[in-house]
């Protein structure tokens, strides 16, 4: 039995760790942060991380808009009002392992300690948890500009995880 839950968290993160590096590279961003693996969490195929955002009035593409706008807002506050200049690095092909941001890694580290401490698999909806409880940042910030307190959204995916 553990064999089995091993081989299918290690697809979950395989699949997890890929569409993370493709929304960082779609949102032109080298080194993928939460916003991406908050995204990334929505390909998983448990489903939970969608159902999560439904519950709540939003979606992935909603998500996905407001990632956009905190993004634009603050290269504008720097003085980069032209996205493409901020995504001129991405033209290089991305070579080696895939390197989260700090923060990205701790949450994913959080996702996995929640599914283990409740004895099953990784779930979207762990990794939705583990970044809400995130103060700062551009997925704290996308979240707040949807309407969508982080505090429910860590329970509606405590609550998605569990059930």
């Known amino acids: 039995m553990r064999v089995t839950r091993a081989w299918r ?3 979950t993160m395989k699949t997890l760790f890929a569409e993370t590096e493709a929304e960082g590279d779609r ?13 990334g969490s929505f390909a998983l195929p448990d489903g939970t991380a969608g159902r999560v955002f439904e519950q709540l009035g939003s979606s992935r593409d909603a998500l996905r808009e ?3 706008r905190v993004h ?8 980069l009002g032209d996205p493409g200049a901020a995504t001129s690095a991405l ?3 991305r070579t080696g392992p895939l390197r989260l941001t700090e923060p990205a890694q701790g949450a ?5 300690a929640l599914a283990k401490s409740e004895r099953r698999p990784i779930a979207g909806a762990d ?11 551009t997925a704290a910030r996308a979240l707040e ?14 609550a998605a995880s569990a059930g």
């Open 91 to 93: 033209s290089r092909p």
């Open 27 to 39: 949102l032109g961003d080298r080194e993928p942060g939460l916003e991406h693996l908050l995204l």
């Open 108 to 112: 994913f580290r959080n996702a996995v």
């Open 127 to 137: 990794v939705v948890a583990a970044v809400a409880t995130v103060t700062h940042g």
């Open 9 to 11: 968290d290690m697809r």
């Open 66 to 68: 407001a990632i956009v």
């Open 145 to 158: 500009s949807l309407g969508l307190p982080r505090s429910a959204v860590v329970e509606a995916a405590r």
């Open 72 to 79: 634009g807002d603050a290269l504008t506050a720097v003085g």
